[in-house]
């Protein structure tokens, strides 16, 4: 049995993860890991964590951890937050998943790869979005359209949230076109409609993509992909509800295996578009380069 320790209780994924790894009566259920401890920064919280994911144990201080747990799932909504709690974990040879965001910085992000790199630790960050029958189904109807010249992306998010703004959210539009388009980046710009994001990404392949993170109402994950002759290839989220459930078995195979899913100079790419607009966004919507 692998006991996992998880640090930050105030995302809802807290919750999930705990559920999906440690209730067996549940339909989806991960076997082989459990979720031994938590640490988090509200006592309120730490205490509901606990009792909707059946974990035993709540710790004072990250480091207590350490010698109690054989991998860690790093989980702040601030994802200025996740280096300051990933480094005692990954410099003690802990496996860990970073959830999304790896980081609101370039640089915590680099360090927290680097570090594992140097120290051989497996870790992992993604944005479910990455996973599910529906992001399958797209991935194949975008290479029967031959080129793609355009693509929109629209999601729930604002660039006003208090969780580290754009980084929070727009994350999860982020990581899916890296995940279908690749990370051949040319350019990005951004800019902010009292909240609402609008982003251009320009690969060097002339294709360009859009995003919109919509800050009304919670709006489902959609996409649509046009070819060079007309024809489009749509993302359907609806087809995508096990989505976390997947990339819980993602990670669990990672701690049980130490083969990342991602390699380690995937990691930040993220981080690093996200910042990229987030520059532009704040200089008025200036072009930035990428690379």
């Not at 999906?20 to 509200?42: D, M, Q, R, T, W």
């Not at 280096?83 to 680099?110: M, Q």
């Not at 754009?166 to 040319?186: P, R, T």
Request: glycine share 10%.
């Amino acid at each position: 049995m692998i006991r996992i320790g998880i640090l930050g209780t105030d995302n809802s994924h807290s919750i999930a993860y705990s559920r999906f790894f440690n209730v067996k009566g549940e339909k989806e259920h991960v076997p082989g890991c459990k979720v031994v401890a938590l640490y988090g920064l509200e006592k309120k919280r730490n205490l509901e964590v606990a009792e909707k994911g059946q974990v035993r144990r709540i710790v004072k201080r990250p480091k207590d951890m350490i010698g109690m747990v054989d991998a860690a799932i790093v989980d702040l909504r601030h994802g200025s937050r996740h280096w300051k709690y990933a480094k005692p974990l990954i410099e003690a040879g802990i496996p860990t998943f970073v959830d999304k965001p790896l980081a609101a910085s370039v640089r915590d992000a680099e360090k927290i790869v680097a570090l594992a790199k140097r120290k051989r630790v497996p870790i992992a960050t993604f944005s479910t979005l990455r996973f599910g029958a529906g992001v399958e189904e797209f991935k194949k109807a975008v290479k029967k359209i031959g080129r793609v010249r355009a693509a929109i992306m629209a999601g729930p998010g604002s660039a006003h949230v208090q969780y580290d703004g754009i980084f929070f959210y727009a994350v999860h539009q982020v990581e899916l076109m890296l995940e279908v388009f690749g990370d051949k980046i040319q350019s990005v710009r951004g800019v902010d409609h009292d909240g609402m994001l609008a982003a251009t990404v320009v690969y060097k392949n002339g294709m360009v993509v859009t995003m919109h993170e919509i800050d009304c109402g919670y709006p489902d994950f959609r996409a649509t992909a046009f070819g060079r002759n007309g024809e489009e290839a749509r993302y359907d989220y609806a087809k995508c509800k096990d989505q976390s459930f997947i990339g819980t078995k993602v990670i669990a195979k990672m701690f049980g295996t130490g083969k990342m899913p991602y390699p380690y100079e995937d990691l930040a790419t993220s981080t690093r578009v996200l910042a990229a607009i987030d520059r532009s966004m704040k200089a008025g919507g200036k072009e930035v380069a990428f690379g």
